[in-house]
C-alpha cells in the first residue's frame, strides 16, 4: 500500500526562496531532459537509459559553470523530475498502443516559468518530517 500526503503551506520570505530556487531546478531538470530525449528521437537514435539521462542532465550540468546551481537544491528532488518525465512518456506510448484506458495523451511537453502550477516531490529520505503541532 502506499501512501500519498498533500501539504498545504504557508511559507516565510526566506523559505518562498528556497521553494522558488527548488521548482526552478526541477523544471529545468525535466526540461533538459526532455530536450535531450527530442534529440535523440529526431536524429532516430534510441532514447537514452534513465541512468544516463541522470548523469547527463544532473550529475554531468552540476559540474558545469553554467548549471552549477543545481548543486543546491536536494538532489532527491532533481531525481523525482525525471521520474515524472519517464511517467509521462509511459502514460503517452501507452495512450498510442491503447493500454491505457481514458481519453489520449499528448507527449510530454516543457515547463514553463510562467505557469502557475508548480510541484515538487519529495521521497521518504527527503529529510523532512511532520511535527507534532502541524509544522513541516
Known amino acids: 500500500m502506499q501512501l500519498r500526503y498533500n501539504f498545504r503551506v504557508y511559507p516565510e520570505p526566506s523559505q518562498r526562496d ?5 521548482f526552478g531546478c526541477a523544471r529545468v531538470v525535466f526540461n533538459d531532459a526532455l530536450r ?3 534529440t535523440a528521437h529526431e536524429h532516430g537514435e534510441p532514447y ?10 544532473i550529475t554531468l550540468a552540476k ?9 543546491e537544491v536536494s538532489a532527491v528532488v532533481l531525481q523525482q523530475s525525471l521520474a515524472d518525465l519517464n511517467t509521462a512518456y509511459r ?4 495512450s498510442v498502443t491503447g493500454t491505457r484506458k481514458g ?10 516559468r510562467k505557469d502557475n ?13 511532520v511535527l507534532g503541532n502541524g509544522r513541516l
Open 103 to 112: 481519453r489520449k495523451v499528448a507527449p510530454p511537453r516543457l515547463r514553463s
Open 117 to 129: 502550477r508548480q510541484a515538487i516531490r519529495f521521497t521518504r529520505n527527503a529529510r523532512f518530517t
Open 91 to 94: 502514460n503517452f506510448f501507452a
Open 18 to 22: 528556497a521553494l522558488a530556487q527548488t
Open 63 to 71: 559540474a558545469t559553470p553554467e548549471r552549477a546551481w543545481l548543486g
Open 36 to 38: 535531450a530525449r527530442r
Open 48 to 57: 537514452p537509459s534513465d541512468g544516463e539521462l541522470s548523469k547527463r542532465v
